[in-house]
């Protein structure tokens, strides 16, 4: 098997580390689309048995598969260019960084037919799958109000090179809350379904030297009634990242950074802690989605989170920029 892994910073090494565990004799094919081909920034890439510099040569590699791993701007053009040669991918999120460029991809991909899944790691989290289980289960019954929060500063997340020039402080790169910290917003989807409507409010960005939105709030509106809160920030300490649905007949929360958890159901009239075990290492969701790419290849199944969930993201994300600068709801 050989998979080629678009794009070298710090999720296309992730990837590739998570390749190298759960498929040992994967060889590993890097495009670096972005770089000079030099020694050293062929060095840069120690983990692979090879690098690329050119579409040409990538395609030429004949690879199973492709990672999508290079800034948002650059996802759909990349993504075609791979299609045309029936690649299946696995496209980092968000799937892209313009709404207005998905119809192209949907194009191409109709004419492809070649699996296509969006990297929306969250939702292999053991937590998240819990939360989706309990609310399919009507453990809590119905949902009647949804609080998905996420916030770290982002010197402490981007903390190598100078953050204030990285990916995610710069628009033309793909940065700023709403796309990088989109992972709440699929979830939201995930469990509840497409929302109906968007009102937004976006701070002015508080962080020197950055262009991109840092600190965002999203209401989304749902046909049963449902609201569902959702803050991005990228300049909370310590860093947070928890989960609260209050429903009908009870109510369940979960803190993702502290691995906490609780369900309460009001005929039980008590509260069950500890309702989710963590991931054991740093890398699990990773590869619990490189796996689930990968059984689908193998039989053939449309992967969990395709065009569609990925495409939705971006309309939501979209909603809430139109809402915020008109002071308005906007239908999604």
């Given at each position: 098997?050989?998979?080629?892994?678009?794009?070298?910073g710090s999720?296309?090494?992730?990837?590739?580390?998570?390749?190298?565990?759960?498929a040992?004799?994967?060889?590993?094919?890097?495009?670096?689309?972005?770089?000079?081909?030099?020694?050293?920034?062929?060095?840069?890439?120690?983990?692979?048995?090879?690098?690329?510099?050119?579409?040409?040569?990538?395609?030429?590699?004949?690879?199973?598969f492709?990672?999508?791993?290079?800034?948002?701007?650059?996802?759909?053009?990349?993504?075609?260019?791979l299609?045309q040669?029936g690649?299946?991918?696995?496209i980092?999120?968000?799937?892209?960084?313009?709404?207005?460029?998905?119809?192209?991809l949907?194009?191409?991909?109709?004419h492809?037919?070649?699996?296509?899944?969006?990297?929306?790691?969250?939702?292999?989290?053991?937590?998240?799958?819990?939360?989706?289980?309990?609310?399919?289960?009507g453990?809590?019954?119905?949902?009647?109000h949804?609080?998905?929060?996420?916030?770290?500063?982002?010197?402490?997340w981007?903390?190598?090179?100078?953050?204030?020039?990285?990916?995610?402080?710069?628009?033309?790169?793909?940065?700023g809350?709403?796309?990088?910290?989109?992972h709440?917003?699929?979830?939201?989807?995930?469990?509840?379904?497409?929302?109906?409507?968007?009102?937004?409010?976006?701070?002015?960005?508080?962080?020197?030297?950055?262009e991109?939105?840092?600190?965002a709030d999203?209401?989304?509106d749902?046909?049963?009634g449902?609201?569902?809160?959702?803050?991005?920030?990228m300049?909370?300490?310590?860093a947070?990242?928890?989960?609260?649905?209050?429903?009908?007949?009870g109510?369940?929360?979960?803190?993702?950074?502290?691995?906490?958890?609780?369900?309460?159901?009001?005929?039980?009239?008590?509260?069950n802690?500890?309702?989710?075990?963590?991931?054991?290492?740093r890398?699990?969701?990773?590869?619990?989605?490189?796996?689930?790419?990968?059984?689908?290849l193998?039989?053939?199944?449309p992967?969990?989170?395709?065009?569609?969930?990925?495409?939705?993201?971006?309309?939501?994300v979209?909603?809430?920029?139109?809402?915020?600068a008109d002071?308005?709801?906007?239908l999604?």
């Amino acid at each position: 098997m050989r998979a080629l892994i678009v794009g070298w910073g710090s999720i296309g090494r992730r990837h590739a580390e998570c390749l190298r565990t759960i498929a040992p004799d994967c060889e590993i094919v890097v495009w670096r689309q972005q770089a000079a081909d030099t020694a050293i920034s062929r060095a840069a890439v120690d983990i692979a048995d090879r690098v690329v510099f050119s579409a040409g040569d990538a395609v030429a590699s004949i690879p199973d598969f492709a990672v999508i791993a290079n800034p948002a701007p650059l996802h759909v053009s990349t993504a075609c260019t791979l299609l045309q040669h029936g690649i299946p991918l696995l496209i980092e999120k968000p799937l892209a960084s313009d709404p207005r460029d998905v119809a192209a991809l949907r194009d191409m991909l109709q004419h492809a037919k070649a699996p296509l899944m969006v990297g929306y790691v969250l939702r292999f989290h053991p937590a998240n799958i819990g939360i989706k289980s309990i609310l399919e289960d009507g453990a809590i019954g119905r949902p009647l109000h949804a609080r998905l929060l996420v916030g770290q500063h982002l010197a402490d997340w981007r903390i190598s090179g100078d953050w204030k020039t990285g990916v995610s402080a710069r628009r033309e790169t793909g940065g700023g809350a709403l796309l990088e910290l989109s992972h709440e917003i699929d979830l939201a989807m995930w469990f509840f379904g497409m929302p109906t409507g968007v009102t937004a409010r976006i701070a002015p960005t508080s962080l020197p030297e950055i262009e991109v939105e840092d600190n965002a709030d999203l209401l989304l509106d749902f046909p049963s009634g449902l609201i569902v809160n959702i803050h991005l920030d990228m300049v909370s300490r310590p860093a947070r990242r928890a989960i609260e649905i209050m429903g009908t007949d009870g109510a369940v929360t979960v803190d993702l950074v502290s691995g906490t958890s609780a369900l309460w159901q009001n005929a039980l009239g008590e509260v069950n802690t500890s309702v989710f075990t963590p991931p054991s290492e740093r890398n699990h969701i990773y590869k619990q989605q490189l796996q689930h790419f990968l059984d689908c290849l193998d039989s053939g199944s449309p992967p969990s989170i395709d065009l569609d969930a990925g495409a939705a993201v971006l309309a939501a994300v979209d909603a809430a920029r139109r809402s915020a600068a008109d002071g308005r709801r906007m239908l999604v």
